[in-house]
């Protein structure tokens, strides 16, 4: 079982930059793609980004495409995404999941979700 935690959420104006972590432990981190999802408050979790195995592919949801990117380090076993020109409607709680086979919806299998990291950007 793969173990994930997520880290570097925080406060943030409008139009400001995160950069958000997740650590896995548990399994070898390169045999999974992983996705970053959110939930906001009395919505749905809903897809971000996911990324495959090498990295050589990436997908965005419409909302955060050309404003973030999503990257891995398969030596430090860590996804990242990267968040620019945040918006109030970012703000959300953010996961990170492990799983397989990437698309433009999310994962199609899931093997782990972290416990979340709270964005919060203000306008």
């Known amino acids: 079982q793969v173990q994930l935690v997520e880290s570097g959420g925080g406060l943030v104006q409008a139009g400001g930059s995160l950069r958000l972590s997740c650590a896995t432990s548990?399994?070898?981190?390169?045999?999974?793609?992983m996705g970053w999802f959110r939930q906001s408050p009395g919505k749905e979790r809903e897809f971000v980004a996911a990324i495959s195995k090498s990295g050589t592919s990436t997908y965005y949801a419409d909302s955060v495409k050309g404003r973030s990117t999503i990257s891995r380090d398969n030596a430090k076993n860590t996804v990242y995404l990267q968040m620019s020109s945040l918006k109030p409607e970012d703000t959300a709680v953010y996961y990170c999941a492990a799983g397989q086979v990437p698309g433009p919806q999310g994962l199609l299998q899931y093997y782990g979700w972290g416990q979340g990291t709270q964005v919060t950007v203000s306008s």
């Open positions: 548990g399994r070898t981190f390169s045999n999974y793609a």
